[in-house]
DNA sequence: AAATTTTACGAAAACGATTTCGTACCTTTC
DNA sequence: GAAAGGTACGAAATCGTTTTCGTAAAATTT
């Protein structure tokens, strides 16, 4: 039963509720003997001030939304470490949503954070999204947004990125060099601006070594493992099977590995084997996995960050622009 | 620049700002012709409450906290994922909040949270939490708390965990019955309930086998890798090095099979592994991993699922049970 | 010593909702 | 047809802060 209000303790302490609300504001109208005076009983009464008044008047909630796809992917959780441990320095609170990367659920999301909940969110769009409507009308609310990983291209403002394009580019050449004549490329999403980057990261390397059209394979995967469990079975049963795979995405490096297993696929003497992934694993797989890095924590990090100056400036309009993060490709016997 | 208020879309629909918060609760003083006029009106102008003066003047905030240690982890990114997906369901939002294992910084966290930010807490408390006199504050304010997992044994409220002892036991047995002579076990935390209660299963089923007091090792590791690291270094290469190994964390994972290539040493044929763990990579490693699966998802959902029940009925005093949701020991070739 | 400024505080008005209570009008009841 | 009850709304109080503004007393300037 605490809930002790800045009214009672006002009573307790002889002063008027301004002055406490002052002294905790640290405003020079109070004098340094008041001041000490009104925190001494703040921590005898241990009065916290109530954050919905004090939101509500203020017009600042020092909360931000978290809104992304999934959170059981190491790429997001490490990323939302990042986040969560600057907001915790700074004094931020952080409200987490998931999208589970569907559009319709971005959409209520958002809706329900326009008015005052938050002050700003940190996003990664669901692979499904399509338009930016549902983020223009948070802009409209004057609540900046800043974007990590999947960004929304045509939105105007702050976008956290690694170096997609380039990795996969690095990534697809070091598969070239190992000798892979047939490399498919595993992508996921159409509408996700990482994912074609990748792609075309992928295309340029292998136009540069002049393999040919027929042996630029790209595959549609989806957010079902059973799915992609079959279509990656097609995939390596066929005559001309690739003898070389870069997965876009994290998830789909079990599938791989299990359908190797099942079909009785040597990695990397048959198929040589690259992941986007930040798996944590990696190194003791069998055989151990070449990955595409991406440096999570610090883009979770700096796409805070850069949402914190702005929220403490009260300069609402984030510039437009690209902070890339490089990923680093790191050999391991799956390329060998 | 929207943020229409109550007040402005009252006086374009021309009733009066009560009718309209009542039409919205959808109260039966109001006419249904009203409630239409005012839903449309509603949707016309996209008018959402503001949060902040909602929870202030109902003293309720729709939120609950997650308090937990680490997210880079399968099994609390899994049972975040099991509790937000309910939260989304019934309409309340999650601040999130990571403890990194710091009992000082779990104090500060409830500390912040106490007054009115969040109806409910979810919590699994860190390695290094030794008394309670931190909860007890939230519980005096009438913040009903529901532990997952790692739950503080003296605080009477709902305890959602798996059967740590039980699955201890089991899997130390299945260790016993492939032939091993001598089995570690890599403990965490003194404090922590989970971690007692799965040594004691490791004990009880080394007692029953008749293994003598000599090849019962507990080791104590850390959250450090690194440290971890020489520890198991010194653990395998000692004469009298144990060949099986029981660790009670995911993370110690990656370190053991690290340590035993670098010292050649062969699983299973000179050492069986069994992690507590939740790794989707358990499967595809070198060899795979037998674990004790640990139903996270789940775990959070029931622990969810009884706060949000709680809170409904507005009965603030959960009562003191504890749910046990069983693990599955999974059985794969590090342990053949 | 009068005029001005500074210092330190309190009263009261916000902030934007919800809820209590009062009341006009319309139905029902005897 | 008067009394009683129901229906549908609005005025105003309220939640617990922050902030604006007013004002005594003290300090400074002329």
């Known amino acids: 039963m605490g809930d002790i209000t800045i009214k009672e303790l006002a009573q307790k302490l002889n002063v008027s509720i301004a002055t406490i609300s002052k002294a905790l504001n640290d405003s020079h109208e109070i004098s340094a003997a008041t001041k000490e005076k009104v925190l001494a009983g703040v921590r005898k009464y241990n009065y916290t001030p109530n954050p919905n008044a004090s939101s509500l008047r203020k017009k600042r909630s020092n909360t931000i939304a978290i809104v992304i796809p999934e959170v059981a992917d190491s790429f997001f959780s490490q990323a939302l470490k990042g986040i969560e441990s600057i907001a915790q320095n700074l004094g931020y609170h952080v409200l987490i949503y998931l999208t589970y990367e569907s559009f319709y ?28 409507l549902h983020i223009k009308a948070l802009r409209d609310r004057n609540i900046p947004i800043v974007f990590f990983d999947r960004v929304m291209e045509e939105t105007e403002t702050a976008k956290v990125v690694t170096d997609d394009y380039q990795s996969s580019y690095k990534a697809t050449q ?32 292998l136009k540069e070594h002049h393999i040919k059209a027929s042996k630029h394979t790209v595959v549609q995967c989806s957010n079902h493992a059973e799915y992609n469990f079959t279509v990656l079975q097609k995939l390596l049963q066929q005559e001309d099977r690739p003898d070389g795979i870069i997965a876009s995405i994290e998830r789909l490096t079990s599938t791989i590995y299990l359908v190797c297993k099942e079909l009785g696929i040597a990695i990397p003497g048959q198929l040589k084997v690259i992941t986007f992934s930040n798996l944590d694993t990696a ?12 440096p999570a924590f610090e883009m979770g990090r700096t796409a805070a960050s850069i949402l914190f100056k702005a929220l403490q400036k009260k300069k609402l309009n984030i510039k437009n622009e690209k902070i890339v993060i490089p990923s680093v490709l790191v050999k391991r016997e799956s390329t060998n």
Do not use: F, W
Request: proline share 3%.
């Open 105 to 132: 659920k971005e959409r209520l999301i958002l809706n329900d954070i326009k008015n005052g909940r938050v002050d700003g969110v940190l996003m990664s769009i669901s692979s499904e999204t399509s338009n930016s």
């Open 174 to 205: 070091h598969l070239l060099e190992r000798g892979c004549q047939h490399i498919a490329y595993l992508s996921t999403s159409k509408h996700l601006m990482i994912s074609n980057e990748r792609k075309d990261g992928y295309l340029q390397a």
């Open 283 to 294: 190194p003791i797989l069998s055989p151990s996995l070449t990955t595409v890095s991406q």
